[in-house]
């Protein structure tokens, strides 16, 4: 993720607890649901990524964004959280369309959202001056 979008990259504790508190947001609209999750590896319990899910129960869409630690990139961890989560938004959640978003560079994960059912409808061009992101985006889709 940094590698994309080094400027997110928290140079703090402090900074990363700022995030942690944004990404929570516990003063969302109470027509979304924001849930976030740690990933870990069954068998050492090391901490390799994080997920998350923003949903729009009323109209039964959801997104979700993922991250996997560079170190355990490649093992399959992402395919499993995602799985996970897209299960959890279906069964649980009942949305009907799921949205991913990413950097046009990042190849692994437009991959990953392909071989997971999402299909690319959209590029498009993100400047986000707040957060210091100037990028190219494709948009992907899921129907359930």
Same mark, same amino acid.
């Given at each position: 993720?940094?590698?994309?979008?080094?400027?997110?990259?928290?140079? =703090?504790?402090?900074?990363?607890?700022?995030?942690?508190?944004?990404?929570?947001?516990?003063?969302?609209?109470?027509s979304e649901l924001r849930e976030n999750w740690a990933c870990r590896d069954r068998? =050492?319990?090391?901490l390799v990524g994080t997920m998350q899910a923003t949903t729009f129960p009323a109209?039964?869409? =959801?997104?979700?964004?993922?991250?996997?630690?560079?170190?355990?990139?490649?093992?399959?961890?992402? /395919?499993? #959280?995602?799985?996970?989560?897209?299960?959890?938004?279906?069964?649980?959640?009942?949305?009907?369309?799921?949205?991913?978003?990413? &950097?046009?560079?990042?190849? #692994?994960?437009?991959?990953?959202?392909?071989?997971?059912?999402?299909?690319?409808?959209?590029?498009?061009?993100?400047? &986000?001056?707040? /957060?210091?992101? &100037?990028?190219?985006?494709?948009?992907?889709?899921?129907?359930?």
């Amino acid at each position: 993720m940094w590698q994309f979008f080094p400027k997110l990259r928290p140079q =703090s504790f402090e900074e990363l607890r700022v995030t942690y508190a944004r990404w929570e947001n516990p003063f969302h609209a109470k027509s979304e649901l924001r849930e976030n999750w740690a990933c870990r590896d069954r068998r =050492s319990g090391h901490l390799v990524g994080t997920m998350q899910a923003t949903t729009f129960p009323a109209q039964a869409i =959801s997104y979700i964004a993922y991250g996997i630690f560079a170190t355990y990139q490649r093992q399959g961890y992402a /395919r499993e #959280a995602a799985g996970a989560v897209l299960h959890h938004l279906d069964k649980d959640l009942h949305s009907r369309r799921i949205f991913a978003e990413m &950097d046009v560079k990042n190849e #692994a994960s437009f991959r990953l959202a392909e071989s997971l059912g999402f299909r690319r409808v959209k590029m498009r061009h993100t400047v &986000d001056n707040e /957060r210091g992101i &100037d990028a190219d985006e494709y948009l992907y889709e899921r129907l359930i």
